[in-house]
């Protein structure tokens, strides 16, 4: 787990400013869920087969010995709040969340055990069309920050009946194949088997190319969706991949699933996946409900967006000033500036005129006030503009109480820069 400090968190705000911008203009409402949920939520929601669940859940007890788990995902919490809150049977709704998660895995770049996440749900979406909005939105999304040489990869793992006839043909061969995989390979078979096909082990990848394909036991109800899928990504133009061992690592998806990865990435490419979970809301006890969404990791976003994200905002007015009635006015004027939507410093160190203005300079602020004893006997200030390259441009002496000649200042000198 790490800590973010300042000079790192500019370009972590600036990430999430443009992920909320872009989830506002689609209409996507934010949900805030509990960090800390109880351990039997991720226990029926993600799967007890699965490697979140068996091996990365930082799980204890409370002091009523109740078992509690901090939460290593967002959409089992979604999921919960909707049903605990009576909103599972509204229709149509598009939420998003960001935060905290955390897994005990081995760290690594890009990867903590607090780690942070985007998420994206659509709840009460059946039609095709919205796994197409929501894999569009991913797309763009990256794309937006900067994000180059990604892929993207599709599958469909059919409905309920699809999969359980496909995974009775899977076991057999699986039986039979057994001492030829790696051994969390066999030690899935009787826990996730179908968690086998996303194995990154050499040998196994190449042992599964024999392996039968859930694609082949699809119903025609299903193969239509994945083929109507893939037709209205190639008609956006969105480039794609086609995955067959694509099935993503917990027990809830159903038909769609994707990854987003990207090449700058090395091994650890994925940087968006998600699919459609129609079954998890009335498995966790709510009303029958489909739903599809997305996670992106917010660390690997940060490793992966524009250096321009890394840039802090220019300080517009930094205010030099000495003396205890200058003080005071610099004090109060720091108020007001505010309330233009300015970004104001205002020197606290009581330091000379010339180190104030030294700061200043370094901070590279677009214009700096000047109140010294004489400004503050004639209840004054000085203001004075400076180019890109610091050098004096401008300056003008303005009244305290001349709100509309120091408003005007501000349209016609740093509002219109």
Same mark, same amino acid.
């Given at each position: 787990?790490?800590?973010?400090?300042?000079?790192?968190?500019?370009?972590?705000?600036?990430?999430?400013?443009?992920?909320?911008?872009?989830?506002?203009?689609?209409?996507?409402?934010?949900?805030?869920?509990?960090?800390?949920?109880?351990?039997?939520?991720?226990?029926?929601?993600?799967?007890?087969?699965?490697?979140?669940?068996?091996?990365?859940?930082?799980?204890?007890?409370?002091?009523?010995?109740?078992?509690?788990?901090?939460?290593?995902?967002?959409?089992?919490?979604?999921?919960?709040?909707?049903?605990?809150?009576?909103?599972?049977?509204?229709?149509?709704?598009?939420?998003?969340?960001?935060?905290?998660?955390?897994?005990?895995?081995?760290?690594?770049?890009?990867?903590?055990?607090?780690?942070?996440?985007?998420?994206?749900?659509?709840?009460?979406?059946?039609?095709?069309?919205?796994?197409?909005?929501?894999?569009?939105?991913?797309?763009?999304?990256?794309?937006?920050?900067?994000?180059?040489?990604?892929?993207?990869?599709?599958?469909?793992?059919?409905?309920?009946?699809?999969?359980?006839?496909?995974?009775?043909?899977?076991?057999?061969?699986?039986?039979?194949?057994?001492?030829?995989?790696?051994?969390?390979?066999?030690?899935?078979?009787?826990?996730?088997?179908?968690?086998?096909?996303?194995?990154?082990?050499?040998?196994?990848?190449?042992?599964?190319?024999?392996?039968?394909?859930?694609?082949?036991?699809?119903?025609?109800?299903?193969?239509?969706?994945?083929?109507?899928?893939?037709?209205?990504?190639?008609?956006?133009?969105?480039?794609?991949?086609?995955?067959?061992?694509?099935?993503?690592?917990?027990?809830?998806?159903?038909?769609?699933?994707?990854?987003?990865?990207?090449?700058?990435? +090395?091994?650890?490419?994925?940087?968006?996946? +998600?699919?459609?979970?129609?079954?998890?809301?009335?498995?966790?006890?709510?009303?029958?409900?489909?739903?599809?969404?997305?996670?992106?990791?917010?660390?690997?976003?940060?490793?992966?967006?524009?250096?321009?994200?890394?840039?802090?905002?220019?300080?517009?007015?930094?205010?030099?000033?000495?003396?205890?009635?200058?003080?005071?006015?610099?004090?109060?004027?720091?108020?007001?500036?505010?309330?233009?939507?300015?970004?104001?410093?205002?020197?606290?160190?009581?330091?000379?005129?010339?180190?104030?203005?030294?700061?200043?300079?370094?901070?590279?602020?677009?214009?700096?006030?000047?109140?010294?004893?004489?400004?503050?006997?004639?209840?004054?200030?000085?203001?004075?503009?400076?180019?890109?390259?610091?050098?004096?441009?401008?300056?003008?002496?303005?009244?305290?109480?001349?709100?509309?000649?120091?408003?005007?200042?501000?349209?016609?000198?740093?509002?219109?820069?």
């Amino acid at each position: 787990m790490v800590d973010l400090l300042p000079d790192q968190l500019i370009k972590w705000q600036n990430v999430e400013k443009i992920l909320i911008d872009q989830l506002s203009r689609a209409s996507i409402k934010e949900i805030r869920t509990p960090i800390l949920e109880m351990t039997e939520l991720f226990i029926r929601g993600i799967g007890e087969g699965t490697d979140v669940v068996s091996k990365e859940m930082y799980t204890f007890l409370d002091r009523g010995e109740r078992s509690c788990t901090l939460r290593p995902e967002g959409t089992a919490s979604v999921a919960r709040a909707l049903i605990q809150n009576g909103i599972s049977s509204k229709p149509f709704q598009k939420l998003w969340y960001m935060g905290p998660m955390f897994r005990y895995e081995r760290p690594q770049a890009g990867r903590q055990r607090q780690f942070h996440q985007l998420g994206v749900e659509f709840v009460g979406y059946e039609d095709v069309r919205s796994d197409i909005e929501i894999i569009a939105f991913a797309w763009d999304i990256l794309g937006k920050l900067g994000i180059k040489e990604l892929n993207l990869e599709i599958n469909t793992l059919g409905d309920l009946n699809d999969r359980l006839n496909f995974q009775k043909s899977f076991l057999e061969w699986l039986e039979i194949n057994k001492d030829s995989l790696d051994v969390d390979s066999q030690n899935r078979i009787n826990k996730n088997p179908l968690r086998i096909l996303d194995s990154k082990n050499v040998q196994t990848k190449k042992i599964l190319e024999n392996a039968p394909r859930l694609f082949d036991f699809l119903s025609e109800k299903s193969l239509e969706r994945y083929i109507n899928l893939k037709k209205q990504l190639e008609f956006l133009k969105i480039p794609y991949i086609e995955n067959f061992n694509l099935v993503r690592g917990l027990d809830y998806y159903t038909h769609t699933a994707f990854e987003i990865t990207s090449g700058s990435l +090395g091994s650890q490419a994925t940087v968006c996946g +998600g699919g459609r979970y129609d079954n998890l809301i009335k498995q966790m006890g709510g009303n029958e409900t489909p739903a599809i969404g997305f996670a992106i990791g917010l660390e690997r976003l940060i490793l992966l967006a524009g250096k321009e994200l890394e840039a802090d905002r220019q300080t517009d007015i930094y205010i030099v000033n000495k003396g205890l009635n200058a003080e005071l006015l610099a004090m109060n004027l720091s108020r007001k500036l505010r309330k233009y939507d300015l970004l104001v410093e205002l020197d606290v160190t009581g330091a000379s005129f010339s180190k104030q203005f030294k700061k200043a300079n370094k901070l590279k602020s677009k214009s700096i006030i000047v109140l010294g004893d004489e400004e503050a006997s004639n209840k004054e200030f000085v203001i004075r503009l400076f180019t890109k390259d610091c050098s004096e441009n401008k300056e003008e002496t303005i009244s305290v109480e001349n709100d509309i000649k120091l408003e005007n200042w501000i349209n016609n000198n740093l509002f219109l820069k």
